[in-house]
């Protein structure tokens, strides 16, 4: 796609959308359809007092269970949901950000989509505490609205400033510590039965790549690197990452465990 500032250009990145939105939506209703019944038991521990023992002890209840098919299909409809609503009603504001070299849309959209996509992988790694992914998943948002609050940052500032950045990578990199944590636990817990399976150790790392190439592709746009120096095609790197992050995760847990 030749990308330059020009009525051509924007109507071929609506199309992009366009195209995009579909098949994350296809995406999201084979999942539905494929998928098993496979679903997690999500807990939480609360403080008890024992009066048998005579002592406060920690309680674990099973809160609900969430059906992992379903939950996958949501960020692939999250993501198609948001490429066609840039493709219609917000595609004048569309335009008109990206000539400023903006999309505040595309926060919005991941800072849902993609925070959904930490909960799942949380799960996958052994994290079953509700309360604990309610916080990775804000966590991760905070990550996202960084990225928000760079690109409207600059917009008034002559030399790029990267504290924004700098505080979206900090909060960014908390939820995949913490599930490394749990990762890595039981990785060592496994003796003669594997208790993390190998499509996991595919999503982790996988994943764990994509998210950090996201933020490579800002600070390529930031520096004007090549092409970057063009803020269109950061954009449609961001575009095409987004669809082949979301894929990954879907296909993989469901090749895994949802078939």
């Avoid at 219609?88 to 999309?103: H, I, Q, R, S, W």
Wanted: charged content about 15%.
């Amino acid at each position: 796609m030749k990308l330059t500032d020009s009525p051509q250009t924007y109507r071929k990145l609506k199309l992009y959308n366009l195209v995009m939105g579909f098949l994350h939506l296809l995406q999201g209703i084979l999942m539905v359809v494929v998928s098993n019944d496979t679903s997690t038991k999500l807990t939480t521990e609360f403080l008890k007092f024992d009066t048998q023992a005579m002592q406060v002890l920690q309680e674990k209840e099973v809160l609900f269970e969430l059906p992992l098919g379903y939950s996958v299909a949501v960020f692939l409809f999250m993501s198609a949901l948001a490429h066609f609503i840039i493709a219609t009603v917000y595609f004048p504001k569309y335009v008109e950000n990206l000539k400023k070299g903006a999309n505040y849309a595309r926060w919005i959209e991941y800072a849902f989509s993609s925070s959904w996509m930490i909960v799942i992988i949380g799960i996958l790694v052994g994290m079953f505490d509700a309360p604990s992914l309610i916080l990775l998943f804000f966590l991760n948002m905070m990550m996202i609205l960084f990225g928000y609050v760079m690109e409207l940052h600059n917009q008034t500032t002559s030399k790029t400033d990267w504290t924004s950045f700098i505080y979206g990578c900090i909060a960014g990199a908390v939820p995949w510590v913490v599930m490394g944590w749990y990762f890595y636990g039981a990785v060592q817990n496994t003796n003669e039965v594997t208790v993390v399976p190998d499509f996991v150790y595919g999503i982790f790392i996988s994943l764990l790549v994509f998210f950090n190439v996201f933020a490579i592709n800002m600070i390529l746009q930031y520096k004007k690197v090549g092409r970057w120096k063009n803020y269109l095609f950061g954009e449609v790197v961001y575009i095409a990452l987004s669809l082949v992050a979301k894929s990954l995760l879907a296909w993989q847990v469901w090749s895994g465990t949802l078939r």
